[in-house]
T-cell receptor
Framework: DAGVTQSPTHLIKTRGQQVTLRCSPKSGHDTVSWYQQALGQGPQFIFQ???????QRGNFPDRFSGHQFPNYSSELNVNALLLGDSALYLC????????????FGPGTRLTVT | DQQVKQNSPSLSVQEGRISILNCDYT??????FLWYKKYPAEGPTFLIS?????DKNEDGRFTVFLNKSAKHLSLHIVPSQPGDSAVYFCAASEIDNNAGNMLTFGGGTRLMVKP
């Protein structure tokens, strides 16, 4: 049973560019959340998707957007990259109707130069 | 405004002894609490959780205690093993049936278990 998978593992981008990160949830999970983890800090909630709609959003600018597909996989898009967007981006999945635990993927390390 | 705080950035214990990791929260609407363990270059791994209707939950070597009046929870690991060395995150959520169940994380505590 595959867990949460994310791609790519690492990514280097230049300021002003755009990036797309991808996530496949754990089998049986229909809800996907995205978090940003800066160095030395805890993960910060970006947004959560369920039934292909953004259900909840954290304190992140509109440059951060997402999408969920019918197969429950998800994408995180960041436009007009800033140096401060350099972080580990974590995807987590959960079964909405059952349980409150979220299960995380290995993350994508984004470096903005 | 940090709603979940882990005031000890690091903790060092001897193998076989008890590790106690602490977490404080300010939002009284939080009703579910979780602990995650994170190794370098990996995502957080779910360890144990507790609902606000309980004050203790145990799973093998891991026990979580919740003191709602003090808005404090702790994770006890007994006995500690070198493989437990990792960063531990406390997280909290509040139920919102119309929206989602976002997790609010603390800053983490690095646990080092010495052989």
């Amino acid at each position: 049973d595959a867990g949460v998978t994310q791609s790519p593992t690492h990514l280097i981008k230049t300021r002003g560019q755009q990036v797309t990160l991808r996530c496949s949830p754990k089998s049986g999970h229909d809800t996907v959340s995205w978090y940003q983890q800066a160095l030395g800090q805890g993960p910060q909630f970006i947004f959560q998707y369920y039934e292909e709609e953004e259900r909840q959003r954290g304190n992140f600018p509109d440059r951060f957007s997402g999408h969920q597909f019918p197969n429950y996989s998800s994408e995180l898009n960041v436009n007009a990259l800033l140096l401060g967007d350099s972080a580990l981006y974590l995807c987590a999945s959960s079964p909405r109707a059952v349980g409150r635990e979220q299960y995380f993927g290995p993350g994508t390390r984004l470096t903005v130069t | 405004d940090q709603q979940v705080k882990q005031n000890s950035p690091s903790l060092s214990v001897q193998e076989g002894r008890i590790s106690i990791l602490n977490c404080d929260y300010t939002n009284s609407m939080f009703d579910y609490f979780l602990w995650y363990k994170k190794y370098p270059a990996e995502g957080p791994t779910f360890l144990i959780s507790i609902s606000s209707i309980k004050d203790k939950n145990e799973d093998g070597r891991f026990t979580v205690f919740l003191n709602k009046s003090a808005k404090h929870l702790s994770l006890h690991i007994v006995p500690s093993q070198p493989g437990d060395s990792a960063v531990y995150f406390c997280a909290a959520s509040e139920i919102d049936n119309n929206a989602g169940n976002m997790l609010t994380f603390g800053g983490g505590t690095r646990l080092m278990v010495k052989p």
